[in-house]
């Protein structure tokens, strides 16, 4: 059990551009979460999936959002045409489908920085 | 709708002191409820949950919380607090979506300093 990872861990971008962040859950994992966290605030939900597909999204997340979960395995979530207000800390959780009590596991976090 | 309110956002204590750490919740039925701790620049790490019976839980670290359903409460406390323990501490309940599944809904966090 290597833990939830994520890739990379500070981004640092032009505003305009675009930018993918990469997460890898525990294995035997099949349910996977995106959160953001801006400075002084508690994470937000962002996405959900279980296995490949996408379940339930935010209204924070906007069109220029879009996670995919391809294989059931790893996920990305990519931002196009990043903004000033997309500087957050974007977190990844992952956890096993067995009821409403399952806990969360969370990765160390993609750091993310719009000039 | 469920949320979750953390009154304090910064707490200083002095190292070996007791500590307790506020959560209120709103939630129709029986909470799931969970704290959380973030050092800087790291992911979150689970201390303890709360689904159902005893209404004191313990925890890692030290840590305990007692699930309080008559003041919608959930408070985290630990009796020493060691200079290791500053960081910041999220509380956090389930909310169940229509599919069956679940998502976390946190509180803003209260930051922890201890003092030497």
């Known amino acids: 059990d290597t833990g939830v990872s994520q890739n990379p861990r500070h981004k640092i971008t032009k505003r305009g551009q675009n930018v993918t962040f990469r997460c890898d859950p525990i294995s035997e994992h099949n349910r996977l979460y995106w959160y953001r966290q801006t400075l002084g605030q508690g994470p937000e939900f962002l996405t959900y999936?279980?296995?490949?597909?996408?379940?339930?999204k935010s209204r924070l997340l906007s069109d220029r959002f879009s996670a995919e979960r391809p294989k059931g395995s790893f996920s990305t979530l990519e931002i196009q045409r990043t903004e000033q207000g997309d500087s957050a800390m974007y977190l990844c959780?992952?956890?096993?489908?067995?009821?409403?009590?399952?806990?969360?596991?969370f990765g160390e976090g993609s750091r993310l920085t719009v000039l | 709708a469920q949320s979750v309110t953390q009154p304090d956002i910064h707490i200083t204590v002095s190292e070996g002191a007791s500590l307790e750490l506020r959560c209120n919740y709103s939630y129709g039925a029986t909470p799931y409820l969970f704290w959380y701790v973030q050092s800087p620049g790291q992911g979150l790490q689970l201390l303890l949950k709360?689904?159902?019976?005893?209404?004191l839980v313990q925890g890692i670290k030290g840590f305990e919380a007692e699930f309080k359903r008559s003041q919608s409460s959930f408070n985290l406390r630990k009796p020493s607090v060691h200079w290791s323990d500053a960081a910041e501490y999220f509380c956090?309940?389930?909310?169940?979506?229509?599919?069956?599944?679940?998502?976390?809904?946190f509180g803003a966090g209260t930051r922890l300093a201890v003092h030497p």
């Open positions: 956090a309940v389930v909310k169940t979506l229509s599919g069956g599944y679940n998502k976390l809904i």
């Open positions: 999936f279980q296995n490949e597909a996408q379940l339930e």
């Open positions: 959780a992952s956890s096993l489908a067995y009821g409403a009590t399952g806990e969360l596991f």
């Open positions: 709360y689904f159902s019976g005893d209404t």
